[in-house]
């Protein structure tokens, strides 16, 4: 956990920008769908809900990624092209070395995940402020 501290301290920019370019996918489902519906006040609440559960939603498999959930299928599609598409068609290692190298691809990563959750979790307040707004006032 020390480790991904420095790296979000180091590559902070980078890790805001994420964030920003997130809350502006959130906020473009939301007006989507807002324009396009009657545009009354349940249409911003369903909207911005849309809006927080797509970014919330890519944040945990950016995150799921980053542990390696979809290691395997990314191997398998990289051995499918090489046999495929490759004019030797050979294969370029076992499932270990692709592993332990996508491993230390990850020790030295920018943890853009967490920006992608935090933009998420934004979003979701902001359903939430929404969803008591409607309630007190409709």
Do not use: C, P
Not at 24 to 53: E, K, P, S
Not at 110 to 135: C, K, M, P, R, S
């Amino acid at each position: 956990m020390k480790n991904a501290w420095i790296q979000l301290r180091r590559h902070w920019l980078y890790n805001l920008i994420t964030l920003l370019i997130s809350l502006a996918i959130g906020a473009g489902i939301f007006l989507l769908y807002f324009y396009l519906r009657n545009r009354a006040f349940i249409d911003a609440v369903n909207g911005m809900t849309i809006g927080a559960m797509v970014v919330s939603l890519s944040g945990v498999l950016a995150w799921l990624s980053f542990l390696g959930a979809f290691d395997t299928f990314a191997f398998g599609f990289k051995q499918l092209g090489s046999m495929l598409f490759a004019k030797d068609a050979r294969r370029d290692g076992s499932y270990s070395d692709y592993r332990d190298n996508k491993r230390e691809k990850r020790n030295n990563s920018t943890y853009n995940f967490i920006a992608i959750i935090a933009a998420g979790l934004i979003l979701l307040i902001a359903v939430l402020v929404l969803e008591i707004i409607y309630h007190t006032k409709f």
